[in-house]
């Protein structure tokens, strides 16, 4: 891969390829040698805590140089362009650019190159707005196919804010590609006709009886325009996982969320850390699969030797 920016084109043997590799780093497996340097700059425009140190230790893990890069303290504020912006740290010798931006597909202009631009990064998409989030939605594929050993057949809800979840975009498509049944549920006003094509819309507690995988999502208060009314105790009573609900859960079903948790409003605050919940073990896994696609985009560029 020239650049890892969506999981829509992904076939579903790059996947499974992906979560191999995941899971041989996982597992100690050696780390690919490079006969040059490889520099790495993390570029994140939207806050981030996981996806930004997991990429950092992932790089590290791999023995790339990470350049530092600080959005607030970059001459993106004095209204350079983010193509200048990456042509510059091109020009000073930085390969690979891993990004954070709240514009949905910010990075088409960086990668779709007129002849005469000089541009040579590749770029990692580490969540555009609402679009995509490919390294969250591999590390959970990697996650379900480590408890599941297979997606075929496997019954996955996806719960909450959809229309505004990158996460959701993400893993309805990969899910539906490896073969699992995807549910959707919560509020109407988050769901649309976009999700119609991946799978059915149903109550929270039809679902939680018969769903393998229940997938919490948070509810993305700095994208909702127009939000007098919510109420979290409202909401977790009527889409959250509560502790009555998790009763009803089957006994080999897993709980995911992303991060970072509402507390109390996606999930009772006592299951965050309960024996079905995998919301450590994915941001455990999230490492080793950010390695293996720092890879893959290595590989693809031919870079340290490769
Ligand atoms: N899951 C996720 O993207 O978390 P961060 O926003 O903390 O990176």
Redesign the pocket.
């Known amino acids: 891969l020239q650049h890892f920016v969506t999981v829509k084109d992904l076939h579903d043997d790059q996947v499974m390829a992906l979560i191999e590799r995941a899971i041989y780093f996982k597992n100690g497996g050696a780390v690919p040698y490079f006969e040059q340097p490889i520099y790495a700059v993390n570029m ?1 425009f ?9 990429f950092e230790m992932a790089e590290r893990k791999l023995g790339l140089q990470v350049i530092p890069f600080d959005p607030a303290t970059s001459s993106v504020k004095k209204g350079e362009t983010l193509y200048d912006t990456l042509l510059s740290l091109n020009a000073i010798g930085v390969n690979l650019a891993i990004m ?1 931006h709240r514009e949905n597909e910010y990075y088409k202009e960086l990668i779709e190159l007129e002849p005469t631009q000089k541009l040579d990064i590749g770029i990692v998409n ?2 555009d707005g609402s679009g995509q ?1 490919p ?2 939605s591999l590390l959970d594929m990697m996650t379900i196919y480590e408890q599941f050993g297979t997606f075929k057949n496997l019954k996955v809800a996806i719960i909450g804010d959809l229309s505004n979840s990158r ?1 959701a975009r993400s893993n309805m498509q990969l899910l539906k590609k490896l073969g699992a049944q995807v549910f959707f549920a919560g509020p109407s006003y988050w769901y649309s006709k976009e999700f119609e094509e991946y799978g059915e819309y149903l109550g929270v507690d039809k679902l939680v009886s018969q769903v393998d995988v229940m997938m919490l999502l ?1 509810v993305q208060h700095e994208r909702h325009t127009n939000e007098t009314g919510f109420s979290a105790a409202q909401y977790h009573e009527r889409y959250g996982l509560t502790l009555e609900r998790y009763k009803e859960m089957k006994k080999d079903a897993i709980i995911m969320h ?3 948790i509402n507390r109390g409003v996606e999930i009772a605050s006592e299951l965050v850390e309960a024996p079905r919940s995998r919301f450590v073990k994915q941001m455990q896994n ?1 490492v080793y699969m950010r390695m293996a696609m720092l890879e893959a985009v290595i590989a693809g560029r031919h870079l340290g030797g490769l």
Do not use: I, L, M
């Open positions: 994140f939207e806050n981030s805590t996981r996806t930004h140190c997991s954070r580490a969540g989030h390294s969250q996460v948070r992303p991060g970072p999230g």
